[in-house]
């Protein structure tokens, strides 16, 4: 079993839709959780990161953490085209190192 | 000039043939990092470096090395290629502080 699963998709939704992207986890000394957007033929980008359980808001994007359950949310509130990427999770370690989840694609239809 | 550049962009050799990828950056980052990227896989670990004189093994270093030539230069090399090391490799940065990687463009190699 993988410390994160994520969902590979790919999840497909139209244009102003709310959208859900999750991870699960099984290492609870995970502490730093974090987002990372990636478009095709470029290298991942850091979109949000929260610390411990609790939510986290940026525009349209709010990261969600749940320690109890070892789950983490993304929600995208009206969503664009331009969202169109892959998202990944990652988490920090106790060596200060990430540990990825393998990414969701997300289509946004115009 | 981006953060994190990789070179080549793109790369076909021939199994058994030596390659290097590198990365340069303008960050001013202590610590360097090289993942290979693969469908349904995520990102992988090859190898990362904490400073110039720091080298560490990632999750799946077999048949690469590494060169850290200074504080903003970090090479990668496949000895020996073969068909299984066809992939995106990136290059990534980070301080001591944050959390956040700032990831190159990536190379793919493609080995036939």
């Known amino acids: 079993q993988k410390e994160v699963e994520q969902d590979p998709g790919p999840l497909s939704v139209p244009e102003g839709a709310i959208v859900s992207l999750n991870c699960t986890y099984s290492n609870s000394a995970f502490q730093y959780f974090m987002w990372y957007r990636q478009y095709s033929r470029k290298g991942p980008e850091l979109l949000m990161y929260t610390y411990s359980s609790g939510n986290k808001e940026d525009g349209r994007f709010t990261a969600q953490v749940d320690k109890s359950s070892k789950y983490i949310s993304l929600f995208i509130r009206d969503s664009q085209p331009s969202d169109s990427a892959t998202y990944l999770c990652a988490m920090r370690d106790s060596n200060y190192q990430l540990i990825w989840g393998a990414g969701t694609k997300l289509i946004i239809k115009p | 000039d981006a953060d994190v550049t990789q070179t080549p962009r793109n790369r076909i050799t021939k199994t058994g043939k030596r390659i290097m990828l590198e990365c340069s950056q303008t960050k001013g980052h202590d610590r360097m990092y090289w993942y290979r990227q693969d469908p349904g896989l995520g990102l992988r670990l090859i190898y990362y470096s904490f400073d110039v004189k720091d080298i560490n093994k990632g999750e799946i270093s077999d048949g690469y090395s590494v060169s850290r030539q200074a504080q903003a230069k970090f090479s990668l090399s496949l000895e020996s290629a073969i068909p299984n090391q066809t992939a995106l490799y990136f290059c990534?940065?980070?301080?001591?502080?944050?959390?956040?990687?700032?990831f190159g463009s990536g190379t793919r190699l493609t080995v036939v």
């Open positions: 990534a940065t980070s301080d001591r502080v944050s959390s956040g990687y700032t």
